[in-house]
């Protein structure tokens, strides 16, 4: 009954798209891998977590149902198909299962033995013990069971192992949650070659990755400890710049761009991820008093530092049901940079607001600048990610959630 509804919810939803997968959460039990939840816990469509580090930083979960769904549908599995999980719950692992059937095969790795050992057991328990359950650090893969058709990968990455791309087949999908300037995006790639092509983009959150991927994100305190600035990889040479910024004058510039309430705006955040080489988060604490930083209402989070400027924006509400992007900034240029960042608010609304999705390519070290697509660059320690923003006529141009893409 519990598990009905959850079914039903995913397809009214459009989290499940194909009657396979809608077979497969309706054979799985999920109760039997989340002991420590209620049964309305088990079948909500939420995350149940199952381990926390000492910061009470949530390291282990059983993915929330609308997500499992989401990354099985884009790892286009097929009965005989060999699949890899990174990131054992165990469920998740008992769907794929379902999916490839008797002739396929999944294996799925956890790098911490407490969740395989937790993972093996609830597969048992569950009737899934063909599924290969592995202690190891994810990031080498599997190579002894690959070339696998499908690679699903459940921690948030920041870096494209080179092993995955050698395990997976040509044509084969990587499903990914990979961060890109702090900003965390489901990816559905393709692999062409050496090269990773994403196909479907989604927000999504997930787990931190640990072992030889790991890689967290620095804070620049700006006051105390309530209002930092968080970067992932552009870490700004002298962070001294800062000291004391949020104590001089602040430039605040309206855009013009409205938006009415509850309406997603991701685009706009991978937009000036890709234009700006200073992109960077905007933290501040639940409880820190906010005048300071924008007369009305609490910042969305995207900021953006050049030499010893930030800005940053906010979205106030200016009428019944609609708000407005609006910038501040401090600093020396405080004009220069809230003038930019406000333009490119301009831009997106004008041309990516309603157009393709951005299109993620991974591809190899040492692939040439001149072998690179146009867009923003992000150097990795193993790949080269490249953010494009594909023309409207673009044949592969790809369109995502609630934006239709023009007939
Ligand atoms: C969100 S949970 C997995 C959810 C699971 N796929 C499910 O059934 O919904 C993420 C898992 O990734 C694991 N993990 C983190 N870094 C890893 C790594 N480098 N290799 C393998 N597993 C890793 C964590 O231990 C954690 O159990």
Redesign the pocket.
């Known amino acids: 009954m519990l598990r009905a509804r959850l079914v039903d919810g995913l397809l009214s939803g459009g989290w499940i798209r194909t009657a396979e997968t809608e077979a497969a959460f309706r054979a799985v039990p999920r109760h039997l ?1 989340t002991p420590e939840a209620s049964l309305e816990a088990a079948y909500a469509d939420d995350v149940v977590r199952t ?1 926390f580090d000492a910061d009470g930083v949530a ?5 929330a149902p609308w997500l ?1 769904a989401t990354m099985i549908e884009q790892a286009r599995l097929a009965p005989g198909m060999r699949c890899l ?9 008992a769907l794929l299962a379902e999916l490839v059937g008797p002739t396929g095969e999944v294996t799925t ?4 033995p407490e ?1 395989t050992d937790r993972a093996a057991r609830f597969l048992a328990t569950a009737g899934y013990d063909q599924v290969r359950v592995l202690t190891r ?3 080498h893969g599997a190579a002894e069971h690959a070339p696998f058709d499908a690679i699903v990968v ?2 948030q990455a920041v870096d494209i192992a080179p092993a995955w791309v050698d395990q997976l087949v040509d044509g084969g999908r990587l499903v990914i949650p990979l961060r890109l300037r702090g900003l965390s995006r489901g990816v559905a790639f393709e692999r062409h070659g050496g090269r990773l092509i994403s196909r479907e983009t989604q927000m999504c959150g ?2 931190r ?5 790991a890689n967290p994100m620095r804070r620049l305190a700006l006051r105390d400890d309530e209002i930092a600035l968080r970067f992932d990889g552009n870490y700004p040479p002298k962070p001294e710049l800062f000291d004391g910024i949020l104590d001089t004058p602040r430039v605040d510039v309206w855009t013009g761009v409205h938006i009415p309430p509850m309406t997603p705006f991701d685009t706009l955040k991978l937009w000036l991820a890709t234009v700006f080489d200073g992109y960077c988060q905007l933290d501040v604490a639940k409880d820190a008093a906010t005048e300071s930083l924008a007369p009305a209402g609490r910042p969305p989070g995207d900021a953006v530092v050049h030499d010893a400027n930030v800005a940053y924006l906010t979205c106030p509400k200016i009428a019944e049901s609609l708000y407005e992007f609006r910038v501040h900034a401090f600093g020396p240029n405080a004009t220069t940079l809230a003038e930019d960042l406000a333009d490119q608010v301009r831009i997106w609304e004008r041309d990516h607001r309603t157009g393709p999705d951005p299109r993620i390519t991974a591809h190899p070290l040492g692939t040439p600048d001149h072998d690179l697509p146009p867009g923003r660059t992000l150097d990795r320690a193993h790949t080269r990610i490249t953010i494009t923003w594909p023309h409207p006529t673009d044949p592969d141009a790809t369109y995502h959630g609630s934006r239709p893409a023009p007939s």
Do not use: H, P, R
């Open positions: 891998f381990k390291i282990s979960s059983v993915s499992q999980e990174l990131g054992s719950g165990g469920y998740n692992a790795v956890d790098i911490d969740i650090d994810g990031w459940t921690a997930f787990v990755m640990q072992g030889a991927g």
